[in-house]
């Protein structure tokens, strides 16, 4: 009942898309593992999130036993009529996970229906214009996500996969419909389980996406019980695919209580998912602003001061209990109205700063990259280029470094520094260029032998172009010269890693410039 208007915009064809002070967290301060806690004291240490993941009490660990934070974003469409993410009628998809990788996202949630696995389903509303998109014609929508996940990966990024509806026309209470049963439904999460086997860029999959009235938690009810169909669905993944996470949503009502849909993980903690295979298992819950629909706490006299009680009561509690991983996987708002800005502002907080925290915090991904969702817009403006800054940068302290790439030989050789003289290199990418304006990423690399604590980026422009915004860093401009300083969560780099920072110029059309970079 919540969640009618959300998606309102997702299926309706291109043409019409187009253009369209914290809150204190009170918690149980519960130590890091003691794998993590070794691995963050390593100033050398890898740069987290290579590899498969798992948990341990509220962390997710990576392959060395390292925490990292999903701190993503997502990107929808394969689950609409258009059977492929939104937005490629207007830009290049290695333009789009650029520029997410840009903005200091690191996980893209891809939501899908049952239908893609249809041999029937035609994806739609792709423009291959002046070289967009070329390798994705004549390609049907897996391998379309497919080529999606090795450009992510590349990029280190990571990807969840989230089943969000048995087809395209609505979402559905329960994981099953007449249409799509249940045995369809393990089937196809099976076959994309099997497809990304050995991929570690894809990390996991999200079940089922806002289980609600009638499903249930706990009540043992084989029809209704989401709990024992996601002890069923996730053994089901994990027997063709053991390595990855399963990320376990709520429900709307449990012990009368009603919250969001897939919100409410109360029964969670009496009524855990038990796996076959034993650290797996991340809870995720997703929560809304009143763009989306009101709830009893937004009237409350003492709001936003209450809503670190709402979020403990409904998912918080499995983390500041130590008992698993909760990752809030859908989270979004207009920002047009004062009660939401004071919630989004209190959401962060709870959701505990980087800088502070690190990787033992909530995983997120913002809901959406997308624009064209009805209820809470995107952080990308109407024309698919824009970055509405005000949205992303309320996201800037939860923001978390991106993983090793795919493909770059693992990284951290220590290369070019030469002692313990830190040293780093910047490359420019223009990552869209429409004439009148443009965008573009940079990518600073330590090169060096020892950990960044900052870095700089200089250049001069071989025409007239003007920064007009930038992100994952400040800049200043004095004629054709620029210098662009890190970011607060983005200034530390390990050896062999990386940070990226992009930015809107005007006008397009220049020629890349050359890039100096210096660093402490």
Known sequence: ????????????????????????????????????????????????????????????????????????????????????????????????????????????????????????????????SNGKNTDLQGLNSLQIMDKLVAHAGQDGLKVILDRHRPDASAQSALWYTAAVPESTWIANLRALATRYAGQSTVVGIDLHNEPHDPACWGCGDVATDWRLAAQRAGDAVLSVNPDLLIFVEGVQTYNGVSGWWGGNLMGAGQYPVQLSVPNRVVYSAHDYATSVAQQPWFSDPSFPANMPGVWDKYWGYLFQQNIAPVWVGEFGTTLASTVDQKWLTALVSYLRPTSTYGADSFSWTFWSWNPNSGDTGGILKDDWQTVDTVKDGYLASIKAPAFPGTGTGGGGDGGGGGGSTAACAATYTTTSDWGSGFNASVTVKNTGASALKSWQVKWTWPGSQQITNMWNATYTQSGTSVTAVNADHDGAVGVGGSASFGFGGAPGGGTAPTLSCTAT
């Open 1 to 128: 009942m919540f969640r009618s208007l959300r998606r309102a915009l997702g299926v309706v064809a291109a043409a019409l898309l187009l253009p369209l002070a914290g809150v204190h967290v009170a918690q149980a301060d519960v130590a890091r593992t003691a794998t993590g806690a070794a691995s963050a004291a390593g100033a050398t240490a890898a740069a987290p999130g290579a590899g498969y993941w798992h948990t341990s009490g509220r962390q997710i660990l990576d392959a060395a036993g390292q925490p990292v934070r999903i701190a993503g974003i997502n990107w929808f469409g394969f689950e609409t009529a258009n059977y492929v993410v939104h937005g490629l009628w207007s830009r290049d998809y290695k333009s789009m996970i650029d520029q997410m990788k840009s903005l200091g996202y690191n996980t893209i949630r891809l939501p899908y229906s049952d239908d893609i696995f249809k041999s029937g389903t035609v994806p739609n509303s792709i423009d291959f």
